[in-house]
């Protein structure tokens, strides 16, 4: 057996200790970072060969920016840490026993420490047949499917406009009001009646109408009442309808059923659920009802303390509650494995983690977002205030110079020339369920529509 596949005793004498990071999402990527000073050798894995900016997919979803603008390859990131090996492949099977990671490619890994930061998909509750026609966004691919099914709904009704004089609802349905519902709730209305305006002849993107449907008694349910309703109120003024309290049954090629009422859909959305990777049942640890391993203060399965779970994938309470599968939490888990580490290098009692929770925000459309601050004050902002906050935070996480800068720019471009340069598509040039409504041929007058917002 070779050095690259024999498992490596922790603290054998005169070896290097061997890391094996799988997943280089914001967990793996700050655990890779904090291990740079280390005498340790890391082997960082992952199925794709950049790391995505997550926060800011669903500006790549509608066309704002473009994936390269928040994405950066793994290997550019890591290239000065001369102890730090990139390979691009997927983890096939974990035996914990012999401490050994077998990846699709055939290639086996020993380790003496392993990090799982694998994140979440998307979770349609067992109705994965829905998948199809409602697409989530967790990655780039998923943004570039998002931005390209939007951006043909309008070129469709354009096309058809003029050769027959009417084209189906452009209805856009969100389900699910967390923030990445808000959020793309927000931009669809954003884009269709700030910058399509002007560049159709035949429509009026600004008539588009788009829909968040939320099981719950409101949006934002994580964040305080007063901002989810402060959300609600900025989304009714950009014209989005705001439908709490509605059960989604059913979901096909261009319709939605919720609340026993038939919608009628251009573009359907999945914003309601994610679910832990399943690379979590490898360790053959405890889970959770999504999936997430149940780790303790040091991040471990129970008995295995050289084994790491960190951000979506982890289930980690504090303070009696479980701590969120978001960016925030999966950064500082990643930042404390280099800590537990080097305790463990040092032969000193590892640090127990404590997420320092700085705050929740989310935004909503052009100068209008909701923010929960708090560090370095408490404070619940909403409106500009808040959405300057918001691009503040999201520029100065970014990774690389050029990406900050990128983003700055095209922020700026953007908002003073309602004017993207990322509306491109490619790919098919067919909708779900597009020429069934042409089928049916023209809709009735929709009635006035009324949207209650408490």
Known sequence: MSELTKPLPVGEANKRPRVVIVGAGFG????????????????????RNHHTFQPLLYQVALAVLSPADIAQPIRTILRHQTHTEVLMDEVAAIDVEARRVTL?????????????ATGATHSYFGKNEWAPFA???????????????????????????????????????IIGGGPTGVELAG???????????????????????????????????????????????????????????????????????????????????????????????????????????????????????????LGDLAHFEQDGRQVPGVAQPAMQMGDHVGKMIAADLARQQRPAFRYFDKGDMATIGRMAAVAKVEWPFKAHLSGFPAWLTWIAVHIFFLIGFRNRIAVFWQWVWNYFMFRSSARLITGDQRLPGWQDQIDAGPAPAEEARTVEVR
């Open 187 to 309: 931009a669809i209305s954003d884009i269709a009646k700030l910058y399509m305006k002007h560049d159709f002849r035949h429509i009026d993107p600004s008539k588009a109408r788009v829909m968040l449907l939320d099981n719950g008694p409101r949006v934002l349910a994580a964040y305080p009442e007063d901002l989810s309703a402060k959300a609600e109120r900025e989304l009714f003024q950009l014209g989005v309808e705001v439908h709490t309290k509605s059960h989604v049954t059913n979901v096909g090629a261009g319709w939605v059923e919720a609340n026993d009422q038939r919608i009628e859909a251009a573009v359907i959305l999945w914003a309601a659920g994610v679910q832990a990777s399943p690379l979590g049942k490898m360790l053959g640890a405890p889970m959770d009802k999504r999936g997430c391993v149940i780790v303790d203060a040091n991040l471990n399965p129970p008995g295995l303390p050289e084994v790491f779970v």
């Open 135 to 173: 697409p989530g966004l967790k990655s780039i691919e998923d943004a570039l499917e998002i931005r390209r099914r939007v951006l043909l709904a309008f070129e469709l009704a354009e096309r058809h406009m003029q050769e027959h004089g009417w084209h189906p609802p452009l209805n856009f349905v």
């Open 104 to 116: 699709a490619s055939g290639t086996q890994l020993g380790y003496d420490y392993l990090v799982l």
């Open 28 to 47: 793996g990527l700050h655990a890779a970072l904090a291990l740079r000073n280390l005498t340790v050798d890391v082997t960082v894995v992952d199925r």
